[in-house]
């Protein structure tokens, strides 16, 4: 081998069908042509959603969002009961798994040992990785008798002025509900509040505790508040899951389409009833009320996931250019 | 330009050579002519387009979304900017090496050496292990690898590594080599070895290499370009630009009053 | 007290809060699988994996078709959604400035956000309503919508992560693109895409959801993709609600079942990577974010 014997070949090789540049532009053709199709799936998806349920848009209109009576038999069907008990029971497992999850992703992040933090963060995921039959068949047979014998009681005992803590409870209801939908979304939120808690230079922290703040006020000081829109986004995103939760929640919130101020009673929402009757319904109207409620709680998931991905995003551009 | 020069044959030439990302003109106009089995280095302040320079040579800057060159870079004599000229077949025939060593991660020392000629087609073993052989003793790393061919690339150290990187490209004997601060991210002791290395390769090639390491390129090149934000300030002898340059720009530069 | 005794005091009981939550976070987990090895796992023998399940009253009885239906349709899903779910992935880490690959991002932002019973009407639509049966076709389908987001997902982050000189390394020899995509970036990082590719799968294994109207379930073993087919999942559910003691306990075994197989594919899966993927895919987003800031930051 010495340089004479460099030889040049600059345009195409004829042992190949195409030139490198066309092999280069199918392979990205193809590749464009996958991304398309996944983008038609989820546009025929709200295409077919809407057709379904047009019969029901046009039998019923605003009213469907409006009223809440609810008859498979009579044919009159009003969704403001489904609406309310997703957004009640959603509601109340924020309140919950939020403030829960941010200190879990407090101590994991910032307390504890390396390792131990590892194998907590691992656990945590462990629980998104049950599925939520699980949580259904635990919820049915472990929580509510749970919460019919011991927290519902101790709540009317001790908040009972309040009308939502009024009433008996059957251990199956929005309560029950709630706390399951709680327990599934703490994950979701605990590993992102982590990784938002992760991107906090050290070097604050470390300015923090070099003024005399204790760990407490450091966090407070340093991660905590400089975190907040992340948390928001993550705690956002926690709700969109608790919304379109089906299985564990159909399993335990009763399946009563009636709006009661006590989160006791049994309630229903919209992925429950889609979930207990869409197999069993005949008639052409009840199938398009039920793809009616598909389509509300599509709208709701999408803003909701809409805002949080905005939130993140925000966020995220906020800590790029810092 | 110079006597010495007009002798020797050309391997590459660029002329009036300029190069964009999106509206950032990058590279402005340059016209070099490189002599066979030389070393060439070029200089000049960080984001003086240097690199940019050196990619365009075998067209890959062009890969970079919203990069786009024009102008005329004659390779032995043929525009390698011609209409006609596949870029990814041109990129067969120069050889290149990066700043940070990038052997394959998934790829043993041996296949690494190899793959391009595996492109080309030759698959007969025999003759691949004699490749990789002559390469790596060319690269100055076949005693230290003889015996563990395949071990992954990356299980090398750092200026390993980038031996492997100088082997992998000379695998299919390319007219010209490509080095984009080749010893930047190497500790002295393996800068030094890549630096002999270079010396020994210049019997074969022509290098060109880009530095920010002036008393390398004084080391090391035959001839120096110098750059300051996309243009060619000067071109020559390394032993001029670095003891009696012509321009004022060039003396403030090599003297370390300017960048 | 003196208010700095005050303040370590507020330390103190945050501390303590602290240690309390990630407790009370935890508690659920643990009651959970000793609930279901107490119930679940006593009630597993051999048949439950070897028969069908027998008519109410009678002893015996097993899941087979269950757990061969959820293997079968999960497989549906994965040959469906894996390639296209990589592509888009590969689509997403190579080619992601364009306005396609910004409106394929959105897409698949969505696709994960949207519950996974809407899935279910839309392949009962798509499938079920026009072939005029509930199937395995469907199940699968709509199993396959599950898997998609998650697989693309994991894809483009794993392929972001891959420094951008290794593919001008593969674009300086002369490859072509689409084989330094795959010869060399893909084939590199094989192992990683397969995890993320694994947990998508365990994820869809446990979907109870878009499976209830569209591979309906069946009491029967079934291998026609046309007809109806029994899961796990499903199976779990028609039992739980049902009055029978005896089929309640078949639910609990089923539920230790299926909890196995999917934290057994879940964990295994991370192992096979390496420690440092423990923290699952946060730990890549975060070294990813934290280049990002680098790059901006120079």
Known sequence: MNSSSHKLQLSGDKKYLLSFKSQDSLSKLLLRSVAWTVIGLLTIMIILLTRESFIAIEEFGLEFITTSYWNPVLEEFGGLAFIYGTLVTSFIAILLAAPLSILVALFIQEVCPDWIGKTLGLLVEMIAAIPSIVFGLWGLFFLAPIVREYIAPFLRQTFGFLPIFQGPSFGIGVLTASIILAIMIVPTITSLCREVFKVVPSHQREAALALGATRFEMMKIAVFSPSLSGIIGASVLGLGRALGET??????????????????????????????????????????????????????????????RGVIWHYTRKQGNR | MNEKQTEQKVTLATKDLHAWFDDFHAVKGISVEYPEKTINAVIGPSGCGKSTYLRCLNRIHEEVPGAKASGEVSLLGQNIYAPHVDPVELRRNIGMVFQKPNPFPNMTIFENVVIGLKLQGYSKKSYLLEVAEHCLKKAALWEEVKDKLNRPGTSLSGGQQQRLCIARALAVNPPVLLMDEPTSALDPIASAKIEELMTELKKEFTVIVVTHNMQQAARIA?????????????????????TNPKEQKTEDYVTGRFG | MSYLQYRKLKNILFLGSLYMSALIALLPLFLILQYLILKGATSLNLDFFLHDPSPVGEAGGGMRHAIVGTLYMVGIGSLISVPIGLLCGIYLAEFGRGKTAKILRFTIDMLTGIPSIIIGIFAYILIVAPLQSFSALAGGFALSIIILPIVTRSTEEILKLVPTHIREAGLALGLP????????????????????????????????????????????????????????????????????????EQAWAAAFVLITIVLGINLVSRALVNNKMIIGQSKRVINHTRLIRKKKGN
């Open chain 2, 222 to 242: 035959d001839y120096t370009s110098f750059l300051v934000l996309g243009e060619l300030i000067e071109h020559g002898l390394s032993s001029q630009i670095f």
């Open chain 1, 247 to 308: 299985m564990a929640v159909a399993m335990v919130i009763g399946n009563s389409p009636a709006i009661v101020a006590s989160i006791f009673a049994p309630g229903a929402t919209l992925a429950s009833v889609i979930a207990n009757e869409y197999a069993e319904s005949t008639s052409d109207m009840h199938v398009a009320a039920l793809c009616l409620i598909g389509l509300v709680l599509f709208v709701i998931t999408f803003i909701v996931n809409f805002i949080a």
């Open chain 3, 177 to 248: 693109r689409w084989r330094v995509i795959f010869q060399i970036i893909v084939k590199g990082n094989f192992k990683s895409l397969i995890t993320g590719i694994m947990l998508a799968v365990s994820r869809a294994a446990g979907e109870t959801a878009p499976l209830l109207f569209t591979a309906f379930g069946n009491m029967y073993l079934n291998f026609q993709i046309s007809e109806p087919m029994a899961s796990l999942p499903v199976q779990i559910y028609t039992y739980a609600i049902s009055p029978f003691d005896q089929w309640q």
